[in-house]
């Protein structure tokens, strides 16, 4: 077998695990959420991992590998001064088998000072105000009917208070967005352009 051929056979026999193992039931919607300052919880859909690894960060931006729980359990009480954590699926062999989940400060979805109210010209020209900056920026949405929301349409800086979306109509929404580009929830009301 040539070197070439040996590339081949390992990136198709790769493909053929990765296919095995999501046949068997991966790992699907991975959400953290928090109910107080000192938990974080996740939930899934599909089989769970034989465990999961759970990064922790000071800052939001630079995550270590704070510990790992077994794959059923769905809660972990942090004892470090870590602020942020995010969540991963790894299978028995010690290979990620999920994506991230999204980034989170414990209990910080239930702050008041979470709120963002939206506002726009009609025209896609958008203001908002912040209860609290995070000061990783915010994650746009666009729709076309104000109920099933697309892909991050733009990414604009939250300090700047303002982002032009003119020329494009719909409806638009925003979140605050973790050091890795994740939601933070809540969204802020939605707000319609004409296009013009």
């Known amino acids: 077998m040539t ?4 590339r081949v056979w390992v990136a198709m026999e ?5 296919r095995k193992r999501l046949a068997a039931g991966a790992v699907v919607g991975l959400v953290l959420s928090s109910a107080s300052p000192d938990q974080i919880a996740w939930v899934w859909s599909g089989a ?11 800052d939001g931006v630079i995550y270590t590998l704070a510990t790992s729980v077994v794959g059923g359990l769905r809660r972990y009480y942090p004892d470090s001064g870590a602020q942020w954590f995010y969540v991963v699926g790894v299978d028995g062999a010690g290979t990620e088998i999920t994506p991230h989940s999204n980034a989170l400060r414990p209990n910080s979805v239930l702050h008041p000072e979470n709120t963002i109210v939206l506002s726009s010209d009609g025209h896609g020209r958008l203001s908002w105000v912040l209860g609290h900056n995070y000061g990783w920026g915010l994650n746009v949405y666009r729709s076309d009917d104000g109920v099933a929301w697309g892909e991050l349409y ?7 208070n303002g982002a032009d979306e003119s020329g494009v109509a719909g409806y638009f929404r925003l979140c605050q967005r973790d050091g890795l580009g994740n939601d933070i929830e809540p969204y802020s009301n939605a707000v319609h352009s004409d296009g013009l």
């Open 48 to 58: 769970d991992p034989a465990h999961w690894k759970i990064f922790a960060s000071d």
């Open 14 to 18: 790769d493909l053929r695990l990765r």
């Open 154 to 160: 733009d990414m604009p800086d939250a300090g700047a």
């Open 3 to 6: 070197r070439g051929q040996r």
